[in-house]
């Protein structure tokens, strides 16, 4: 006999609280970095509530945990063919996938990512207690290193499962200690053996927390994520003279310091003239000699600027190299810089997209479509297959922080938009 399917809020709710607790320090502090102790205890938690669930769980290469239900590996027989996955977007064994990370930042929160793995679980669990029998398999995923806080890059599990990144180059990646990503997985257990990538899910769905002050501010309780901001990062070098700051006359100084407040000024000028659609930031600033009675020689400091839009991120990129090229001669300064991340904004499938907001209306929920302002491992996964998100508010817009919180209630709608969404392409 099958049911309405429903999610059970205490088990959901409570298994949130109690992943939360792990990895916390003798001040309280949490920290589940990836490869860790930490993140071992807390993939030991969450395989043994798959393991309960009557999920099959894989472990592949790079460490990425995946319970696959109806039970039964799914696509392990073609992981002999080296990296060909087993189930094209369409096939029928092809998976509907939902996930995110369990890894955190240090002194992190307890929602950023878990709460997507963890709600994930629970719409596989509801709809098995249910008693129905879905069109297609199911698969709750949690992604390695999402943060990127021990290993570059972040999103790291989840670019290798979309083949952005080989396997060999991740297990390389070393931490500040010298120890590699493979060395750590093999360490806590999760050196798995099939191939990443070998799951090619027919859709991907990632419930988060919204990490910024949108929702909150709207009043609303359900995004539906049809977009996700490019991102391009670059070290800018401002090199000018060091000299006496009270004998040296104004207009015959190469000072490296004015020069590179003039950038900070820059980016905040442009990005407020373009109305709030392209942020900028200037993170990071370091002087040399770094005293307060000589002129710097030497300014480096970061730029971090994003978009939704690809043209419009390349055109604040133009702008402001024609600017660093005008300030050079202007402040008598040499200028390099270096780039150090690109991602290009991502647009999520629409069809999820509407789905998700007709779920969040069909359940008496506000909501609006929106675009996320940080990455996601669903900006990967949109690279294979049709992929989007779904937000909740963060209150006071706080995430990676111990103050991060989001309400049971807009936890349990979330979950809920997730389960109606994921009951509507399991054909429930
Ligand atoms: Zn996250």
């Given at each position: 006999?099958?049911?309405?399917?429903?999610?059970?809020?205490?088990?959901?709710?409570?298994?949130?609280?109690?992943?939360?607790?792990?990895?916390?320090?003798?001040?309280?502090?949490?920290?589940?970095?990836?490869?860790?102790?930490a993140d071992k205890a807390a993939?030991?938690?969450?395989?043994?509530?798959?393991?309960d669930a009557g999920l099959t769980?894989?472990?592949?290469?790079?460490?990425?945990?995946?319970?696959?239900?109806?039970?039964?590996?799914?696509?392990?027989?073609?992981?002999?063919?080296?990296?060909?996955?087993?189930?094209?977007?369409?096939?029928?064994?092809?998976?509907?996938?939902?996930?995110?990370?369990?890894?955190?930042?240090?002194?992190?929160?307890?929602?950023?990512?878990?709460?997507?793995?963890?709600?994930?679980?629970?719409?596989?669990?509801?709809?098995?207690?249910?008693?129905?029998?879905?069109?297609?398999?199911?698969?709750?995923?949690?992604?390695?290193?999402?943060?990127?806080?021990?290993?570059?890059?972040?999103?790291?599990?989840?670019?290798?499962?979309?083949?952005?990144?080989?396997?060999?180059?991740?297990?390389?990646?070393?931490?500040?200690?010298?120890?590699?990503?493979?060395?750590?997985?093999?360490?806590?257990?999760?050196?798995?053996?099939?191939?990443?990538?070998?799951?090619?899910?027919?859709?991907?769905?990632?419930?988060?927390?919204?990490?910024?002050?949108?929702?909150?501010?709207?009043?609303?309780?359900?995004?539906?994520?049809?977009?996700?901001?490019?991102?391009?990062?670059?070290?800018?070098?401002?090199?000018?003279?060091?000299?006496?700051?009270?004998?040296?006359?104004?207009?015959?100084?190469?000072?490296?310091?004015?020069?590179?407040?003039?950038?900070?000024?820059?980016?905040?000028?442009?990005?407020?003239?373009?109305?709030?659609?392209?942020?900028?930031?200037?993170?990071?600033?370091?002087?040399?000699?770094?005293?307060?009675?000589?002129?710097?020689?030497?300014?480096?400091?970061?730029?971090?600027?994003?978009?939704?839009?690809?043209?419009?991120?390349?055109?604040?990129?133009?702008?402001?190299?024609?600017?660093?090229?005008?300030?050079?001669?202007?402040?008598?300064?040499?200028?390099?810089?270096?780039?150090?991340?690109?991602?290009?904004?991502?647009?999520?499938?629409?069809?999820?997209?509407?789905?998700?907001?007709?779920?969040?209306?069909?359940?008496?929920?506000?909501?609006?479509?929106?675009?996320?302002?940080?990455?996601?491992?669903?900006?990967?996964?949109?690279?294979?297959?049709?992929?989007?998100?779904?937000?909740?508010?963060?209150?006071?817009?706080?995430?990676?922080?111990?103050?991060?919180?989001?309400?049971?209630?807009?936890?349990?709608?979330?979950?809920?938009?997730?389960?109606?969404?994921?009951?509507?392409?399991?054909?429930?």
């Open positions: 006999m099958t049911r309405t399917p429903s999610i059970d809020a205490d088990r959901l709710l409570g298994r949130i609280r109690a992943l939360g607790q792990i990895g916390r320090d003798a001040s309280g502090a949490l920290t589940r970095l990836a490869g860790s102790e993939r030991d938690t969450l395989v043994g509530w798959m393991t769980v894989q472990v592949d290469a790079v460490g990425n945990v995946f319970g696959c239900w109806p039970t039964g590996p799914i696509g392990l027989r073609a992981s002999t063919v080296a990296g060909r996955p087993a189930a094209a977007p369409g096939a029928d064994d092809a998976p509907i996938m939902l996930g995110s990370h369990i890894d955190t930042v240090v002194n992190a929160g307890i929602y950023d990512g878990a709460y997507g793995v963890l709600a994930g679980l629970e719409v596989i669990e509801s709809l098995r207690d249910a008693g129905v029998s879905p069109a297609h398999p199911l698969v709750v995923a949690a992604f390695t290193n999402e943060e990127g806080v021990r290993y570059t890059p972040d999103m790291m599990g989840s670019l290798v499962h979309a083949g952005g990144l080989p396997v060999r180059e991740a297990l390389a990646a070393a931490d500040s200690e010298g120890v590699t990503l493979g060395e750590a997985l093999a360490r806590i257990g999760y050196a798995g053996s099939f191939m990443p990538g070998t799951i090619r899910p027919r859709a991907y769905l990632e419930l988060h927390i919204e990490q910024g002050p949108i929702l909150e501010h709207a009043g609303d309780q359900i995004g539906a994520v049809e977009n996700l901001q490019g991102i391009s990062w670059q070290r800018i070098t401002i090199a000018g003279e060091a000299n006496h700051a009270g004998t040296t006359p104004m207009h015959m100084r190469r000072d490296a310091g004015a020069a590179a407040a003039r950038v900070i000024t820059f980016l905040r000028d442009y990005a407020h003239a373009s109305q709030g659609v392209t942020v900028a930031t200037v993170g990071t600033l370091r002087f040399e000699p770094d005293a307060i009675n000589i002129i710097p020689a030497r300014a480096t400091l970061t730029a971090d600027l994003r978009d939704r839009d690809n043209a419009r991120l390349q055109a604040a990129e133009s702008a402001l190299a024609a600017f660093l090229d005008t300030l050079a001669a202007d402040a008598r300064v040499d200028i390099t810089t270096e780039r150090l991340v690109r991602f290009d904004p991502v647009t999520f499938d629409a069809t999820l997209v509407t789905l998700i907001d007709a779920a969040a209306r069909a359940l008496n929920l506000r909501a609006r479509r929106m675009t996320s302002g940080a990455g996601h491992d669903a900006q990967m996964l949109a690279r294979i297959c049709p992929a989007a998100m779904i937000f909740v508010p963060s209150q006071a817009g706080i995430s990676h922080s111990p103050r991060e919180h989001t309400s049971d209630t807009d936890l349990l709608a979330g979950a809920r938009v997730l389960l109606h969404v994921t009951s509507r392409l399991a054909g429930v």
